[in-house]
């Protein structure tokens, strides 16, 4: 079983460092299915996921303060421990 | 005859066997295809893109915390800069005037005012399609002051669908208590974060972010007692903390001028608190110049091994800090934003109201002056100036 994993994993690294170029047609890469000029409406300010910044630090730091979870928020950290 | 039946039985279920290997290996065959392509689409999609810097950008807000005895207001100003389209530079300030008569204060110590300070800098490089952002802040109180670093880079892959972040921060602290010059000490803080923004479609988008936190050092508050028997104590906490903290978001387009977004996050740490987030928001534009937002917010929390509302036992570590305690809280939140004046590619100036309203229950702390279980309620106000210029 390993001796037959090893020529396909050998085959994936190979295709993914060619980056699916023309050498390996049957290993066609996904393409990007949502097209620059299909991403209108995605630049939109109402679909961004933070808008502001300070107001945003503001909410972080008052839920900081107050809830014990913090992390993962996407606002990048800073500021003080203080309780 | 009964053997040669056997034998043909042998053989058919032989053969169905083999078919069925056959046709196992062509999944596993088509699955690795698919694998290798998806790899290879990825390094490969990003071709000769190029990220662009952050847009010229200046917010002046008034923020007022008012809620459990505790009134936080103050300014804040931003501006950020770029300079030959390579770098992008910005500048914060943010105050803190804090008046503090909560629960903790007013029935174990004296009502207090103390005003926070914090500069922050941070510069954006862009090269192709990476941007890497290093920052720097620092805090003031009258008892405690916070340095903070980071470094944070983010690289868009697959044509621009998917954007991955990483990034570190270190804090570090030094701790006093006023009216006692002997104590002193310090902390501090390691955040490591992971991302990924991807789009689905093109409507919509969704986010997943990983953090680990780690502190080391005092993890508490000076001033804050602990009960043990019913006597107070200074509380005592473990002097070092692991985190994790996952969170998933979501948004799309609705069609109408209208987004909505949903968002959850998991979070627990070596102090055994697990913790939920939850929130489902909704924004639609208001004729040209109106954009609003509503949101409603959940939070949940389980308490840390150490934290006791009245121990009835001497242990290592106690605290009644109701922070570390089993509560939950609810959140109601608006904004409301006018585009003042707006000239595509040159400015737009925009003036904007935020307010939330928070309820929080604790299961665990009681109100020692009526001996009931503590709750109260909560609002943030927020007004703030926006421009890109």
Not at chain 2, 128 to 142: G, K, L, M, Y
Not at chain 2, 165 to 175: A, H, N, P, T
Not at chain 2, 184 to 208: E, K, N, V
Not at chain 2, 245 to 255: E, H, M, Q, T, Y
Request: glycine share 8%; proline share 4%.
């Amino acid at each position: 079983m390993k001796t037959r994993m090893r020529p396909a994993i050998a085959l994936i690294a190979a295709s993914a460092l060619l980056g699916g170029c023309s050498m390996l047609p049957t290993f066609k890469p996904i393409e990007p299915w949502v097209k620059p000029y299909e991403r209108e409406r995605l630049a939109d300010p109402i679909m961004k996921l933070s808008r502001d910044s300070l107001p945003e630090k503001h909410f972080e730091h008052v839920r900081d303060v107050r809830e014990a979870a913090r992390g993962a928020t996407g606002v990048q950290g800073g500021g003080c421990g203080c309780n | 005859m009964a053997a040669t039946r056997r034998s043909n039985a042998r053989l058919r279920a032989g053969g169905v066997a083999r078919l069925r290997g056959l046709r196992a290996a062509r999944r596993r065959a088509a699955l690795l295809r698919r694998l290798a392509g998806l790899i290879g689409g990825v390094l490969a999609a990003s071709g000769a893109r190029a990220v662009d810097l952050p847009e010229d950008h200046a917010e002046a807000l008034y923020h007022l915390y008012n809620g459990g005895g505790v009134t936080a207001q103050g300014p804040a100003l931003l501006v950020r800069k770029s300079i030959a389209d390579k770098v992008s530079l910005t500048g914060t300030y943010y105050v803190d005037a804090v008046s503090n008569a909560s629960i903790d204060v007013v029935t174990t110590a004296s009502p207090y005012r103390e005003t926070r300070q914090e500069f922050a800098l941070s510069g954006d490089y862009v090269y192709r399609d990476s941007q890497i952002t290093v920052a720097a802040s620092t805090s003031h109180e009258p008892d405690y002051v916070a340095n903070n670093g980071s470094i944070d880079v983010t690289q868009e892959v697959f044509g621009g669908m998917t954007n991955v972040s990483l990034g570190f921060s270190r804090g570090s602290d030094r701790v006093t208590k006023k009216g006692s010059p002997e104590f002193q000490d310090h902390a501090t803080h390691w955040q490591y974060r992971l991302g990924a923004t991807q789009i689905l479609t093109p409507r919509w988008l969704m986010s997943a972010n990983f953090e680990a936190l780690s502190d080391d050092g005092f993890l508490g508050s000076p001033y804050r007692v602990a009960r043990v028997f019913g006597a107070a104590v200074p509380e005592r906490n473990p002097r070092t903390r692991t985190g994790r903290a996952v969170k998933l978001r979501l948004i799309g387009d609705l069609g109408n001028r209208d987004a909505m977004h949903v968002e959850y996050r998991y979070f627990r740490d070596t102090w055994a608190i697990k913790a939920h987030t939850a929130e489902l928001g909704y924004s639609r534009y208001l004729g040209q110049a109106w954009l609003a937002d509503a949101y409603a917010r959940y939070y949940t929390q389980s308490h840390a091994l150490f934290y006791s509302d009245n121990a009835i036992s001497e242990t290592t570590y106690v605290s009644r800090n109701r922070q570390l305690s089993t509560f939950n809280d609810g959140s109601l939140g608006a904004k409301l934003s006018y585009t003042v004046r707006k000239i595509p590619g040159r400015y737009e100036v925009k003036l904007n109201g935020a307010y939330e309203y928070t309820r929080f229950k604790f299961k665990d702390f009681t109100d020692v002056r009526t001996g009931s279980l503590y709750g109260y309620s909560s609002s943030v106000v927020q007004l703030y100036v926006s421009a890109i210029y």
